[in-house]
């Protein structure tokens, strides 16, 4: 599969060494092609987009992301092979044209001016990026920032190595996100509802999650997680 042999060349070329391929089948050398794929995305983002070899690779495949995908069928379902629970091959390339589409969006935007600390965690420093690159005030990415440590010292979440590790349901991460990106609760609820915000890939990814999808349409569509009273008080 080129998809796959084309992303693993750009791993090696950059000096990381890309996992091992996995079985022969379409749908384990798809999730290969996608977890390396995320990998040089990160890897682009992460260096501010300035590397536009980089990106110039990473675009040649989302042609051929399109072409899988439009191959293996426009509906997306789920199957059953060898007793394991597998995602339609369809459904790995929709996630792999998400993170391709990212890139060329971010090599399209005026790049922001972010403070290059080095004290500053790699988790904030991408925090302030998305904020700065999606139009918010610098006060909300300030403030942002701000809750992430509060989290932290309340045990909320942890900060690790690779990133950051969320110690609650991911509906109140979503939920955390969604407030810092402009939620709103209806206050005349004890139990309110979101209207609003986002719970943005690039910020899940930091907590090591693919995206939060779900989880902020059960925020917006049900009543607040059990637990958002820890996030308001963050908030204040």
Not at 173 to 188: C, I, M, V
Request: charged residues 30%.
């Amino acid at each position: 599969m080129n998809l796959l042999a084309f992303s693993y060349a750009m791993m090696e070329k950059r000096g990381k060494a890309p996992s091992e391929e996995g079985k022969q089948d379409v749908c384990s050398r798809l999730v290969e092609a996608r977890k390396t794929i995320r990998q040089l995305a990160d890897l682009y983002l992460d260096e501010g987009a300035a590397d536009e070899e980089l990106r110039a690779g990473l675009l040649a495949l989302l042609p051929l992301a399109k072409e899988l995908q439009q191959a293996a069928g426009k509906k997306a379902y789920r199957f059953w092979e060898e007793d394991n629970f597998k995602l339609e091959p369809w459904v790995h390339c929709n996630h792999i044209i998400d993170l391709l589409s990212e890139v060329e969006q971010a090599g399209t935007m005026e790049r922001p001016q972010v403070p290059n600390s080095d004290q500053a965690p790699r988790w904030e420093r991408a925090i302030r990026v998305w904020f700065y690159s999606n139009g918010f005030a610098d006060e909300k990415a300030d403030k942002a920032v701000a809750v992430f440590h509060r989290a932290i010292v309340a045990g909320l979440m942890e900060e690790q190595e690779e990133g950051l590790k969320w110690n609650r349901s991911k509906n109140l991460l979503a939920y955390l996100l969604a407030r810092l990106t402009g939620g709103e609760k209806d206050k005349k609820s004890k139990y309110p509802q979101l209207a609003g915000g986002q719970a943005p890939a690039e910020l899940a990814r930091l907590f090591g999650k693919e995206d939060l999808k779900t989880a902020i349409k059960y925020v917006r569509n049900h009543y607040a997680p059990k637990g958002f009273e820890e996030i308001e008080e963050l908030l204040l």
